[in-house]
Nanobody
Framework: QVQLVESGGGSVQAGGSLRLSCAASGRTVSSYAIGWFRQAPGLEREFVAAISGRGDSTYYSDSAKGRFTISRDNAKNTVYLQMNSLRPEDTAVYYC???????????????????????WGQGTQVTVSP
């Protein structure tokens, strides 16, 4: 079992920044890939970014690329999502999720599908005003 707790959400104006944190506990966190997903009202949950267990592979959605950065500190059992140049359309509940990572190099498809993740946090709200 892996427990995940997100924090760092809030309200910002367009162009601002936020850093989300995903604190993990339970089994060896470095054995898990972590993904960030978001869900806006009335829309499906969508992939934002993901990172391998070792942190040497990262993947981003087209919307997040160039603006968001995912990183992890396994010593602190924490994964971060630095979000810059925020836009109103980034408004959503952001979730982190974990799935087992066997230490191999996987393609993007391993990381970018919500149903492939086994553990989820409770979410943190991000609101970006115009």
């Amino acid at each position: 079992q892996v427990q995940l707790v997100e924090s760092g959400g809030g309200s910002v104006q367009a162009g601002g920044s936020l850093r989300l944190s995903c604190a993990a506990s339970g089994r060896t966190v470095s054995s898990y890939a972590i993904g960030w997903f978001r869900q806006a009202p009335g829309l499906e949950r969508e992939f934002v970014a993901a990172i391998s267990g070792r942190g040497d592979s990262t993947y981003y959605s087209d919307s997040a690329k160039g603006r968001f950065t995912i990183s992890r500190d396994n010593a602190k059992n924490t994964v971060y999502l630095q979000m810059n140049s925020l836009r109103p359309e980034d408004t959503a509940v952001y979730y982190c999720a974990a799935r087992f990572w066997a230490g191999l190099h996987y393609s993007r498809s391993y990381y970018d599908t919500a149903v492939k993740y086994d553990y989820w946090g409770q979410g943190t709200q991000v609101t970006v005003s115009p």
